[in-house]
T-cell receptor
Framework: DAGITQSPRHKVTETGTPVTLRCHQT?????MYWYRQDPGHGLRLIHY???????DKGEVSDGYSVSRSKTEDFLLTLESATSSQTSVYFC?????????????FGPGTRLTVL | GQSLEQPSEVTAVEGAIVQINCTYQ??????LSWYQQHDGGAPTFLSY????GLEETGRFSSFLSRSDSYGYLLLQELQMKDSASYFC???????????FGKGTTLSVSS
């Protein structure tokens, strides 16, 4: 299995509080991604990174920011959490397009915003 | 923009063959991927088609027709462990990130 960990695995927070989710990889892969998964919506791309300090927005980036200061870590921050951000968050990594976009996913973080 | 359509649910019995279809709309085309996700687990990669035709990997095959903007995942000799959600996906803006369909839940019964 690809070495991807996410922390925390579960979190309950209150509306208006800041939340940071961490994705850590030991594979030295260049590309990293954050997705959220909600019933009826499948997986939706939030932000992604194509290198240290290089990030871009995905489909549902409003209310989220990311940072990547090291190859191995990709942080997702909810500046002021809202109930609509209650979801399961998956981090993923990949090497390059030559592998057919194969992505390896972390175990997920279940976030509940009350 | 990009969008993908796939059936929400499919049911089948052990030993049967099932086909999960996916139609997509993209401004450019850079390949169609399939992922499997068991309940409570992380998605895992199944296959990738960049060119027209059938790609076979054991009991699973994936087909692509670029002219029809259509692909499918074929699962043969179904087993109970194949009960899962299956997602098709295309690249986001010609990059490495993916846009996923909403998923098809496959239920295999004995």
């Amino acid at each position: 299995d690809a070495g991807i960990t996410q922390s925390p695995r579960h979190k309950v927070t209150e509306t208006g509080t800041p939340v940071t989710l961490r994705c850590h990889q030991t594979e030295n892969h260049r590309y990293m991604y954050w997705y959220r998964q909600d019933p009826g919506h499948g997986l939706r791309l939030i932000h992604y990174s194509y290198g240290v300090k290089d990030t871009d927005k995905g489909e549902v980036s409003d209310g989220y920011s990311v940072s990547r200061s090291k190859t191995e870590d990709f942080l997702l921050t909810l500046e002021s959490a809202t109930s609509s951000q209650t979801s399961v968050y998956f981090c993923a990594i990949s090497e390059d397009r030559g592998s057919g976009n194969e992505q390896f996913f972390g175990p997920g973080t279940r976030l509940t915003v009350l | 923009g990009q969008s993908l359509e796939q059936p929400s649910e499919v049911t089948a019995v052990e030993g049967a063959i099932v086909q999960i279809n996916c139609t997509y709309q993209t401004s450019g085309f850079y390949g169609l991927s399939w992922y499997q996700q068991h309940d409570g687990g992380a998605p895992t990669f199944l296959s990738y088609n960049a060119l027209d035709g059938l790609e076979e990997t054991g009991r699973f095959s994936s087909f692509l027709s670029r002219s029809d903007s259509y692909g499918y995942l074929l699962l043969q000799e179904l087993q109970m462990k194949d009960s899962a959600s299956y997602f098709c996906a295309v690249p986001h803006q010609a990059g490495t990130a993916l846009i996923f369909g909403k998923g098809t839940t496959l239920s295999v019964s004995s």
